[in-house]
């Protein structure tokens, strides 16, 4: 039995290793936490090629996305939304978390991950990120 196919764009593959060693300090320190299966045993990549994207972070075994959203997110929200849509037909799930929100926050982000992959391993979709009231909105702790 063949393992299932992620399709992306062989085109894009340099352009994701480039992507790798020029990342921002929220990714950084994203992938920190994320790396080597730190996180409950899951394996994430980053800078993964899927369709004609190239995602921050994926774990294939949750079927999820994590996508850090820098100052220039700011100006294309609209381009952003309909290439989360694109991949999400393919049946895969995203976390969607702003440049300052990791940087002065990283607590909390950690606790949504964890809530999010709560949620996949009981079968539960995860409401989308980019829509108020998503999960984020659920756990956010004002000090």
Known sequence: ??????????????????????????????????????VRGYKFNRQKPILNYIVDFYCKKLKLIIEIDGYIHKFQYKKDKERQKEIEKIGLRFLRFKDEEIEKDFINIIRTVNIAIDEIEAGINPPDPLLKGGIKEKIKINY
């Open 1 to 38: 039995m063949s393992k299932p196919y992620l399709p992306y764009n062989k085109n894009l593959k340099l352009f994701s290793r480039q992507l790798r060693n020029e990342s921002t300090l929220s990714e950084a320190l994203m992938w920190k936490y994320l790396r080597a299966g730190n």
